[in-house]
């Protein structure tokens, strides 16, 4: 199982970035997906989790309204919209795939990808 991660760059506070995590080796819809990040010198934090079949998806508070994750588990894929960026969203950002339902901790997920970097000029 890989996961790929992709999409990640330098943008402006106020611009908009497009995520983008493919999976190879898996059946995507056997697996709740979530994005993560970590910032220079912080934890790992929970940003976005989407369920297998995209019936329902949670938000950490800071992104609710600016962040959007939707998949798509035919083409193995799952994104992440991200508008309205500031200066605290530069991270680097992993996606994680849990084979049964998402979560919102890291420890419950088995499969990792290598992280794209965002970075958020102010």
């Known amino acids: 199982v890989q996961l790929q991660a992709s999409g990640g760059g330098l943008v402006q506070a106020g611009g908009s970035l497009r995520l983008s995590c493919v999976g190879s080796?898996?059946?995507?819809?056997?697996?709740?997906m979530a994005w993560f990040r970590q910032a220079p010198g912080k934890e790992r934090e929970f940003v976005a989790g989407?369920?297998?079949?995209?019936?329902?998806?949670s938000y950490a508070d800071s992104v609710k309204g600016r962040f959007t994750v939707s998949r798509d588990n035919a083409k193995k894929r799952m994104d992440l919209q991200m508008n309205s960026l500031k200066s605290e969203d530069t991270a680097i950002y992993y996606c994680?795939?849990?084979?049964?339902?998402?979560?919102?901790?890291?420890?419950?997920?088995?499969?990792w990808g290598q992280g794209t970097l965002v970075t958020v000029s102010s």
């Open positions: 994680a795939a849990n084979y049964g339902p998402y979560a919102n901790r890291d420890t419950q997920y088995e499969y």
């Open positions: 080796g898996l059946t995507l819809g056997d697996y709740g």
């Open positions: 989407i369920s297998r079949m995209s019936y329902s998806t």
